[in-house]
């Protein structure tokens, strides 16, 4: 058994797809946590977000995903149709859903409260990614250093006149931090 399928069991485990009932009130928004056996081991695959001025989460680290659409039937097809969008990956034909983790919200103030939920994806079948321009990067971690916190760091995250000390994850150069860290969090939660 490999270090994925070992992950991927304790995870499925934990936290099945469909345990909650979906909240149809407020904003909502869902990403895709993917993760493969590469060449070294197992990975999961962050994005960098371009730089953009409409963007709240502009330059951050990030998993594919967005907000929800009212076409979108489901969360899970939010964070399937984000990652195809974002970086090119049919997770309905290249991946299977393993797991739902927990809410989550972000602790900027925003214009309207928005909730966040992560999906759990097993990559089954490699296929290119191409990026539009919502993203700039993608970065495949080292799926045991994530889960062991290897690289851990600390962010001074400067807004409103305060200095917040966050923690944070330096993977491969990039600085992990708020809500994909606290996603990050989740992820090592539901894999013990």
């Known amino acids: 058994m490999t270090v994925v399928d070992e992950f991927l069991a304790r995870v499925a485990s934990s936290s099945a797809i469909a345990t909650r009932p979906e909240d149809a009130t407020g904003l909502r928004a869902a990403v895709a946590t ?3 056996e590469g060449a070294g081991g197992g990975e999961v695959l962050f994005i960098k977000r371009a730089d ?3 963007d ?8 594919p995903g967005g907000r929800r659409n009212p076409t979108d039937a489901t969360l899970l097809e939010t964070a399937t149709r984000e990652a195809l969008e974002e ?3 049919d997770l309905a034909a290249h991946a299977r859903a393993v797991a739902r983790l927990p809410d989550v919200m972000p602790y900027a103030r925003m214009p309207h409260p928005l909730t966040v939920t992560a999906f759990v994806f097993a990559l089954t079948t490699d296929a290119p990614l191409t990026l539009n321009e919502e993203v700039a990067d993608v970065v495949w971690a ?9 690289g851990a760091t600390r962010f001074l995250w400067q807004k409103d006149g305060l200095d917040l000390d966050l923690p944070a994850l330096n993977v491969r150069g990039h600085v992990i931090w708020g809500l994909t860290y606290r996603m990050v969090e989740l992820l090592r939660e539901a894999a013990r």
């Open 34 to 36: 993917i993760v493969r």
């Open 52 to 54: 953009r001025e409409s």
């Open 56 to 63: 709240p989460w502009s330059g951050h680290m990030a998993f």
């Open 87 to 89: 970086i090119g990956l």
């Open 142 to 150: 080292p799926l045991p250093a994530v889960l062991a916190n290897e």
